[in-house]
C-alpha cells in the first residue's frame, strides 16, 4: 500500500519543477519582450529624429544654389604707338575665378554673394583678370555681386546693392560684361513687354571741378522693350536712356596750378583717372572731362532658326544728346553704333559657333568707364572688327577664340602727328569650366 503513495508524491514533486522551470522561462521571454518592445521604441524615436533632422537638413540645403567659374586665357596683343614705328607686342597669360551663391529668404526674397578675382586692384571695375607672372604673388578676391532680388509681384523684381547690369544688352562692345551697377533697380516683364529702372552710384563724394564741390555722380538708367515671338523665332527691340550725372568737369589728370579734388573715376580719390577715350578740356589748371552724358540707346535683335542651327543677329546705337562741340573736330562727336551675327551656340557636348561683330564709336557717344576694356584697347573712338569662335568638348567645358581687328584715334583730334587711324589687334584663347 505505501508504495504508490511515493510514486504519486514523486510525479507531484517533478510537475511542480517543470512549471517553476515554464515560469521562469515565461518571465524571461516577457522581459526579453519587454526589452524588444522599448528598444524598438528607441529606434522609432531615433529615426523619427533622424527623419526630422534630414528633412530639416534637405529644407536648410535646398535654400542655397551654387554657382562659379573658371577661365584661363592666353592673350596676345599687338598696339601701335604711330604710323612711323613698329607695333608694340604682347603676350600674357591670365586667369578669372568666379564663386556666387544665392540664398533663399522666403518665398518672395533671394539674396546673392558672389566672390571674384580681382583685375588688377579691386579699383577696377571693367575686369576681374589676374595677370599671371608677376612674382608668384597672391591674387586678390573682391565682392564681385551683393545684393537682394524682392519678386515685389508677378511681373516686378526689385533688386538692391551690387547687381548684375538690370538692362538688356546685345553683343556690342558698348559696355563692359564685368561692370556690376551699385544702388537700386526695378526689373518688369508684362507679355511681350519689359524694362527697367535703375538708380546707381558712380561716386558718393564726386567734385566736378577744381573750384568747388558738385553734386554726387550717378547713373540714372531707363529701358523699355518689347520681345515678339514669330513661330520659332523671337524679334526683340528696346530703346534706353542713360544719364550719368555731372561728369563734365570731372578731373583727369592734374598739373600745376591745378586743385585736386575728389576724382569721378574707379580708383582715384584726389589725382583724376583715365578719359578711355572721352574729349578733354583745361579747367582750373586742371585737365577735365569736356561733356556730360545722357545716352539714347536704340536696339533690336532678331533670333531665328536655320534648319537645326539657331542663329541670332543685332543691330545697336547709341547717342550721347549733352556731348559738347569738339574744337578740333569741330563737331560732335556723339554718335556710335554696331552690328553682328552669331550663327550656332557652344553649349551641349560637341556643339560649336562662330560670330562677327562690328562697331564705331566716336569719342563722346559713351561714357569711357563703362566701354568694353578690350574693344579698341579699351577707349572710344575706335572701330573695327571682332571675330568669334567657340567649341564645347565636354560638359560645362568651351573653348573659345576671339580675335579684335580694330582701329584707335579714328576722330582725329589726336595732336601728335602719326598717330591716327593706328592698328590694333588682340587674340585671346579661352579654356572655360562652369560648376
Not at 512549471?19 to 524598438?40: F, G, P, Q, S, T
Not at 547709341?318 to 553649349?347: H, I, P, R, W
Request: proline share 3%; glycine share 8%; charged share 20%.
Amino acid at each position: 500500500l505505501a508504495g504508490p503513495a511515493m510514486a504519486q508524491t514523486a510525479s507531484l514533486d517533478t510537475i511542480q519543477k517543470d512549471i517553476a522551470e515554464m515560469k521562469a522561462k515565461n518571465e524571461r521571454l516577457e522581459a526579453e519582450v519587454e526589452y524588444l518592445k522599448e528598444n524598438a521604441k528607441g529606434e522609432r524615436k531615433d529615426a523619427a529624429q533622424k527623419a526630422v533632422t534630414l528633412e530639416s537638413l534637405s529644407t536648410t540645403v535646398g535654400k542655397f544654389a551654387w554657382s562659379g567659374d573658371f577661365r584661363y586665357r592666353s592673350e596676345h596683343i599687338n598696339t601701335a604707338t604711330n604710323s612711323a614705328t613698329p607695333e608694340q607686342t604682347r603676350h600674357r597669360d591670365r586667369i578669372r575665378a568666379r564663386l556666387g551663391v544665392s540664398v533663399k529668404v522666403n518665398d518672395v526674397i533671394t539674396g546673392k554673394v558672389q566672390l571674384a578675382t580681382a583685375g588688377g586692384s579691386t579699383n577696377d571695375a571693367r575686369s576681374t583678370n589676374q595677370t599671371l607672372g608677376e612674382g608668384w604673388t597672391r591674387k586678390p578676391i573682391a565682392i564681385d555681386q551683393a545684393y537682394v532680388d524682392w519678386k515685389a509681384f508677378s511681373f516686378m523684381n526689385v533688386q538692391l546693392g551690387k547687381m548684375p547690369q538690370p538692362w538688356t544688352r546685345t553683343a556690342s562692345y558698348f559696355w563692359d560684361g564685368d561692370i556690376t551697377p551699385e544702388g537700386a533697380a526695378v526689373k518688369f516683364t508684362k507679355g511681350n513687354l519689359f524694362g527697367s529702372l535703375g538708380y546707381n552710384w558712380l561716386n558718393e563724394r564726386h567734385s566736378g571741378s577744381a573750384t568747388g564741390a558738385r553734386s554726387d555722380a550717378k547713373l540714372l538708367a531707363a529701358q523699355v522693350g518689347w520681345k515678339q515671338p514669330i513661330g520659332a523665332s523671337t524679334l526683340t527691340a528696346a530703346v534706353g536712356y542713360f544719364d550719368v550725372s555731372n561728369a563734365e568737369d570731372a578731373i583727369t589728370a592734374t598739373a600745376t596750378g591745378c586743385t585736386p579734388v575728389s576724382s569721378l573715376f574707379a580708383g582715384t580719390s584726389t589725382l583724376g583717372g583715365p578719359t578711355n577715350g572721352n574729349s578733354t578740356a583745361t579747367l582750373g589748371g586742371c585737365t577735365v572731362l569736356q561733356s556730360d552724358f545722357d545716352v539714347v540707346n536704340a536696339l533690336v535683335q532678331f533670333d531665328f532658326m536655320i534648319g537645326k542651327f539657331p542663329m541670332s543677329v543685332f543691330a545697336d546705337y547709341m547717342q550721347n544728346t549733352e556731348a559738347d562741340l569738339n574744337a578740333v573736330a569741330n563737331k560732335k562727336l556723339n554718335t556710335a553704333y554696331a552690328a553682328g551675327v552669331t550663327f550656332n551656340k557652344a553649349s551641349a557636348p560637341k556643339t560649336w559657333e562662330v560670330g562677327v561683330v562690328y562697331q564705331v564709336g566716336e569719342k563722346d557717344a559713351v561714357f569711357g568707364q563703362f566701354h568694353d576694356s578690350d574693344f579698341g584697347d579699351g577707349n572710344t573712338d575706335t572701330e573695327g572688327f571682332v571675330v568669334k569662335a567657340g567649341y564645347a568638348p565636354f560638359a560645362n567645358t568651351t573653348v573659345n577664340a576671339t580675335y579684335f581687328s580694330n582701329k584707335l584715334n579714328n576722330d582725329g583730334v589726336v595732336a601728335t602727328a602719326n598717330t591716327h587711324d593706328l592698328d590694333y589687334k588682340r587674340l585671346q584663347l579661352d579654356l572655360n569650366f562652369k560648376f
